[in-house]
């Protein structure tokens, strides 16, 4: 190992390593980029982007960030942030949870499944998971609770649910991974169209199958007359969140938007069902206009200080240290690409889905794509692995989320046991999209032809 690669080595430990301090990601990927950059020049190590004293990587680090920010793909990151958080309040999800519980709340497990089906499509119109798991707690778990249902299986139910929206379009987590990967959004949506609607039903039929095993988990409530009434009311509170998804994901899958535009498409319909609603006052917009501002700055601070962290580390060699290390395993190339989930799924337990997006998987994909893998299968993989990290102690933010709005009885230990069954779904579902790539692949080619 070179001292370049033995530097790179470092700089990535101590990267890890500095996470745990709760010091802000951003100033650590930032200034680990500039320290290692100083240590190489003292060291007169070959860092690929400076020579002698022309200051080149000043000027390589300026153009990057510069390319970050007019990249017109990352428009669409504030856009779709903005339409979940109007959606959070304007009472659509509301609406939803009423009339779905009318009708399925006399089956067993049916006030879970009715969460189940809201948050599927929070989550095609959402993709924030601090706002889907906080709006599905307070609307579900006092219900839940009321009725009867265990607590680890209500509280395991909403985190499990709430973080699909990170995986079903629009998503801000893939649109990051397309920028990241050099893909086309459209592409990497539809590849994961199928995997997230996947994971809602497998979550369906576990919920079923505790309501027949442990009826006592998951009671059937006694309902009104399913009449035409129950059913109108239902098409009413379906209506509005059904338009938008067409909306925003029709005219991204049907060429008629791109990712950008769709997004602006999506934010102005949010903005227009709050208004038709009347249920926004100026006070709660500015509170989402501050709230869209707040999460689009943490997120591009993050992004600035892994393009820093990467240009550095990959200087120094430590993609083709890692490409070695990967490529030297015992094993073929599934194998490879396990080892590489294995590590992402533990590393998940550790490190934000952001940290995992922006450093992990630009230095991991070339090696796969090398192998002769899809690089649309591979980067689903991948989501779904970073999906499960938001339900992992000690970092899963959904649990945090959670917790910080469930109702009293409501502890750690219940939201843990809770979440348990579907970590366990999840890794089946992975283990199912990696077999049977169709899975993922399937769209894109029906939508654009082999």
Same mark, same amino acid.
């Given at each position: 190992?070179?001292?370049?690669?033995? !530097?790179?080595?470092?700089?990535?430990?101590?990267?890890?390593?500095?996470?745990?301090?709760?010091?802000?990601?951003?100033?650590?990927? *930032?200034?680990?980029?500039?320290?290692?950059?100083?240590?190489?020049?003292?060291?007169?190590?070959?860092?690929?982007?400076?020579? @002698?004293?022309?200051?080149?990587?000043?000027?390589?680090?300026?153009?990057?960030?510069?390319?970050?920010? $007019?990249?017109?793909?990352?428009?669409?990151?504030?856009?779709?942030?903005?339409?979940?958080?109007?959606?959070?309040?304007?009472? %659509?999800?509301?609406?939803?949870?009423?009339?779905?519980?009318?009708?399925?709340?006399?089956?067993?497990?049916? !006030?879970?499944?009715?969460?189940?089906?809201?948050?599927?499509?929070?989550?095609?119109?959402?993709?924030?998971? #601090?706002? +889907?798991?906080?709006?599905?707690?307070?609307?579900?778990?006092?219900?839940?609770?009321?009725?009867?249902?265990?607590?680890?299986?209500?509280?395991?139910?909403?985190?499990?649910?709430?973080?699909? *929206?990170?995986?079903?379009?629009?998503?801000?987590?893939?649109?990051?991974?397309?920028?990241?990967?050099?893909? +086309?959004? *459209?592409?990497?949506?539809?590849?994961?169209?199928?995997?997230?609607?996947?994971?809602? @039903?497998?979550?369906?039929?576990?919920?079923?199958?505790?309501?027949?095993?442990?009826?006592?988990?998951?009671?059937?409530?006694?309902?009104?007359?399913?009449?035409?009434?129950?059913?109108?009311?239902?098409?009413?509170?379906?209506?509005?969140?059904?338009?938008?998804?067409?909306?925003?994901? #029709? +005219?991204?899958?049907?060429?008629?938007?791109?990712?950008?535009?769709?997004?602006?498409?999506?934010?102005? =319909?949010?903005?227009?069902?709050?208004?038709?609603?009347?249920?926004?006052?100026?006070?709660?917009?500015?509170? %989402?206009?501050?709230?869209?501002?707040?999460?689009?700055? /943490?997120?591009?601070?993050?992004?600035?200080?892994?393009?820093? /962290? +990467?240009?550095?580390?990959?200087?120094?060699?430590?993609?083709?240290?890692?490409?070695?290390?990967?490529?030297?395993?015992?094993?073929?190339?599934?194998?490879?690409?396990?080892?590489?989930?294995?590590?992402?799924?533990?590393? *998940?337990?550790?490190?934000?889905?952001? $940290?995992?997006?922006?450093?992990?998987?630009?230095?991991?994909?070339?090696?796969?794509?090398?192998? =002769?893998?899809?690089?649309?299968?591979?980067?689903?993989?991948?989501?779904?692995?970073?999906?499960?990290?938001?339900?992992?102690?000690?970092?899963?933010?959904?649990?945090?989320?959670?917790?910080?709005?469930?109702? $009293?009885?409501?502890?750690?230990?219940?939201?843990?046991?809770?979440?348990?069954? /579907?970590?366990?779904?999840?890794?089946?579902?992975?283990?199912?999209?990696?077999?049977?790539?169709?899975?993922?692949?399937?769209?894109?080619?029906?939508?654009?032809?082999?």
């Amino acid at each position: 190992m070179s001292p370049s690669e033995m !530097l790179a080595l470092s700089m990535f430990l101590s990267f890890i390593g500095l996470v745990f301090t709760g010091f802000p990601v951003a100033w650590v990927l *930032g200034g680990l980029a500039v320290l290692y950059t100083a240590l190489a020049i003292v060291l007169e190590l070959d860092i690929g982007f400076y020579t @002698g004293v022309d200051w080149n990587y000043t000027a390589l680090s300026v153009d990057r960030i510069w390319n970050v920010m $007019e990249n017109w793909v990352m428009v669409a990151l504030p856009m779709f942030v903005f339409m979940g958080l109007l959606l959070d309040r304007s009472g %659509v999800a509301r609406d939803l949870l009423t009339s779905v519980a009318r009708l399925l709340g006399p089956v067993r497990g049916g !006030l879970a499944i009715t969460i189940t089906v809201i948050g599927l499509l929070l989550a095609a119109t959402t993709g924030i998971i #601090g706002a +889907s798991v906080v709006l599905l707690a307070l609307l579900g778990l006092p219900v839940m609770t009321e009725h009867g249902y265990d607590k680890s299986l209500a509280a395991g139910t909403v985190c499990a649910v709430g973080t699909l *929206g990170i995986l079903i379009p629009p998503s801000i987590m893939l649109v990051l991974m397309a920028d990241r990967m050099a893909m +086309s959004v *459209g592409d990497l949506f539809m590849g994961a169209l199928l995997p997230g609607a996947m994971l809602g @039903g497998m979550y369906i039929l576990y919920l079923l199958g505790v309501g027949l095993i442990k009826p006592e988990h998951a009671p059937a409530i006694p309902g009104e007359p399913i009449d035409l009434a129950a059913v109108w009311d239902l098409v009413k509170a379906i209506i509005p969140a059904a338009g938008l998804i067409m909306a925003v994901l #029709g +005219s991204i899958f049907f060429g008629l938007a791109t990712p950008t535009e769709a997004a602006g498409v999506g934010a102005a =319909g949010a903005l227009l069902l709050a208004l038709a609603r009347g249920g926004l006052s100026g006070s709660e917009f500015r509170q %989402v206009l501050q709230e869209t501002t707040r999460t689009t700055a /943490f997120i591009f601070a993050v992004l600035l200080g892994a393009t820093a /962290f +990467s240009l550095v580390l990959r200087g120094l060699g430590g993609d083709e240290l890692i490409e070695r290390a990967l490529l030297g395993l015992p094993f073929e190339s599934n194998g490879i690409v396990i080892c590489i989930l294995l590590a992402t799924f533990l590393l *998940g337990f550790f490190l934000d889905w952001i $940290e995992l997006t922006l450093i992990v998987l630009p230095l991991v994909s070339p090696v796969v794509i090398n192998l =002769g893998f899809d690089p649309v299968w591979f980067t689903v993989l991948f989501a779904v692995c970073l999906q499960t990290s938001f339900l992992t102690p000690p970092v899963g933010f959904a649990i945090f989320y959670l917790r910080g709005v469930a109702p $009293e009885g409501f502890d750690v230990a219940t939201i843990y046991r809770g979440v348990i069954p /579907f970590i366990i779904i999840q890794l089946i579902g992975l283990v199912i999209i990696f077999q049977w790539q169709a899975v993922v692949t399937w769209l894109p080619a029906q939508a654009y032809g082999p």
